[in-house]
């Protein structure tokens, strides 16, 4: 069976699969803790050693579920690496206190959700802790000195970010050393390859990881002219090559020079399997470019 | 009396008052000169003892108006800081030879209009001299040279930039020390908070200086769809906190871990209390957000 | 007879003259081997001795209608500087095996790509290659180690990109030490003004070269607004100043502080004159912003 290769984030960070297990619709599935426990099994198996949490997935609920899975298996954590996000504040029924969707990167908040999402979790340490979104109001300085205890008190390894743009992630990593930005790109959302930011990761030498591979699915539902385009040359690539189109869309990302991780969103085993087969798929330059005209509606300049 | 409290621009820099009282105004005021040494006292009580001109301001006369109120208290000069700025050639019956609107950046037109400044305000040194916009043709080594020579004839001790994009700032500051920023920032001019010019000033640790703070007066007068819902969230905050919205509004700025200065804009002194009285007032981050929120016409992502 | 005067395009980097001969149309000018030499004789006797040429062009001949001029004057390439680009893969029947048009800054076409441009024009060396357009699957480790293997081997003397933003250009330039970006900029053409890019220049002291200073000859031909009031106003200053509009166009360009160098894009030589004649006036500033004014359609802020 094909297993992910693993990657260093960042150097002298932290090792990962280079395909993760997105959990950010975990609770949606309505499974079992045994079912929970056996799709993180068959991933595992897969190579897929990495899991993509946060505090707000499934209105905060989905770390507990992804806690009472793990719960049935002692010695399973250590052989994951885990991931968890904060700094999202939701109106939700649960954060009855909450009165407006708002961000929150103060100290006392970070190391908050933190320590709540290991218990949920029933865990000792988070592998990686990613700001989830850019705070206008985000004190570097504040955040620096809340990794740094954090980090300290062996509740986090290593940190990052989310969804920052190049000068938000440039201000956070003069104040403290970060290994991803975690960001959106698929081949329904480009903007990333040259507004700066995987310049940046390349720069920096900080592996991105990207979520939304497939475009949160419409890269196989909608009907656009631009999804006709690039759903019609990925068929085309994919059956020259004998995989699905989903194979050749993750490969079409993990191409990219900064070594990119990508997440999957799915609980079937057989599509996280799609991400891990695209590991093992180098693109031809000519096959890259067609897709990314294809997503562009224009040959390149 | 509440007093502005002090705030160091940068490291090394300069301390200010984080309230400027800003002259551009000054001559539409019509007043005489002792008026206009009072609204300078009535300032200093309140801890604001900074001050913002600019060579332009009032079609090349602020600067000799608020002269002639410092000529009537000797002594007064040693309790003031003194910003002011040079870099725009106005087309006006005081300037003759200018014959199209344009920026200057020129060693010696920089060093003639500070030392006109210094003649106008009938003082040996200004505090700090901004660039006034970013100027197309800025070679930033004259400038420097300029700046070091100003400094070094005690004309000019700190220096900064206005209106500055971040890559703008950051070529000057390359080639010689910068303590601030001063660009426009309020509820109804937003993009300072994600375009990378206030990351640039929290991570060079350099406070900006805020000018439009109420938008121009905008926020109190306007009937659009963006100010309506302005207003009234700024109406409800200040309801619930006892002060007028106008304070809510500095408070609003002041909230940035940027450290922001503001300046005002009126020559009333009871508009110049709002903002001191915004100073003693931290938002929390609902109250921050839904003001953002309003004026974006969205709630966060 | 005028010459064009010589600049060093960064620190440590190659002395080129400040007018460029560019000879990407060089194929259609359909000329004879000995016409061509006489075209460059003519140049290098107004001092435009930097020659500028991609592998592209003229669809992948243009690089053998010089070489064929050069061999008739042996002695010759000691006297020029010569430019050349790579990293475009067009569809053309010159190149039978691509089936889309890409870019391509792999190594291996890197080096095989300049070995040809070598092979095409006779000579031992380039004095500098550029990467002709930002390739989204640039590895900026791959290029570097490319720049080395070729500066090592004598094959190429400095290194460069065109049409890079900055942080492509960032990321390229943290892993070689680059000369210059080749960028678009004209009285029609505006963005990298206020973009970053020449202020990135300018920061790094790396003269940029560049090309389509007249527009592509709208400057001359269109008949939009805007080209009607940028002519309007070159040809009011052409005028006053005894020369041509061209030369004032070209002007408006050499008179940035980044000490840009302008790419001819003609055949005939007075047209090359018209550039070299530009390097003799230095606009003031009323003049320059006048026509900035002109094209934007509005007076500065």
């Known amino acids: 069976?094909?297993?992910?290769?693993?990657?260093?984030?960042?150097?002298?960070?932290?090792?990962?699969?280079r395909v993760v297990l997105g959990l950010w619709r975990l609770a949606e599935w309505q499974r079992t803790p045994a079912q929970r426990l056996l799709l993180v099994e068959q991933a595992?198996?897969?190579?897929?050693?990495?899991?993509?949490?946060?505090?707000?997935y499934g209105g905060y609920t989905s770390e507990a579920l992804f806690g009472e899975a793990l719960a049935l298996s002692p010695g399973l954590r250590q052989q994951l690496q885990i991931v968890s996000k904060c700094g999202i504040r939701l109106v939700h029924p649960n954060r009855p206190a909450h009165g407006v969707k708002h961000y929150d990167t103060d100290r006392a908040h970070l190391i908050a959700s933190v320590e709540h999402s290991l218990r949920m979790m029933g865990t000792?340490?988070?592998?990686?802790?990613?700001?989830?979104?850019?705070d206008p109001l985000m004190d570097a300085d504040e955040v620096a000195d809340a990794f740094d205890q954090l980090r300290r008190d062996g509740k986090v390894r290593y940190f990052g970010a989310s969804n920052f743009t190049p000068t938000q992630f440039a201000l956070l990593a003069a104040r403290f050393p970060l290994v991803t930005n975690q960001v959106e790109l698929s081949?329904?959302?480009?903007?990333?390859?040259?507004?700066?930011?995987?310049?940046?990761?390349?720069q920096l030498r900080c592996a991105p990881m990207i979520w939304s591979?497939?475009?949160?699915?419409?890269?196989?539902?909608?009907?656009?002219?631009?999804?006709?385009?690039?759903r019609a040359k990925l068929a085309q690539i994919a059956a020259s090559r004998g995989v699905t189109p989903a194979v050749i869309a993750y490969a079409w990302i993990l191409r990219h020079p900064s070594h990119p991780l990508v997440l999957t969103g799915s609980g079937r085993i057989t599509a996280i399997a799609e991400a891990v087969a695209a590991t093992r798929i180098v693109l031809t330059r000519e096959e890259w470019f067609a897709l990314w005209c294809a997503s562009r509606g224009s040959e390149v300049a």
Do not use: E, K, N
């Not at 595992?44 to 707000?56: E, H, K, N, S």
């Open 1 to 17: 069976m094909q297993q992910a290769p693993r990657i260093t984030l960042a150097p002298g960070g932290p090792d990962f699969s």
């Open 44 to 56: 595992i198996a897969l190579g897929v050693t990495t899991i993509d949490q946060a505090d707000i």
């Open 124 to 134: 000792d340490y988070l592998d990686l802790l990613l700001i989830h979104r850019p």
């Open 187 to 202: 081949l329904l959302h480009l903007p990333p390859l040259d507004d700066g930011t995987l310049d940046q990761a390349q």
């Open 213 to 230: 591979a497939l475009g949160g699915g419409r890269l196989f539902s909608d009907d656009s002219a631009q999804v006709r385009r690039v």
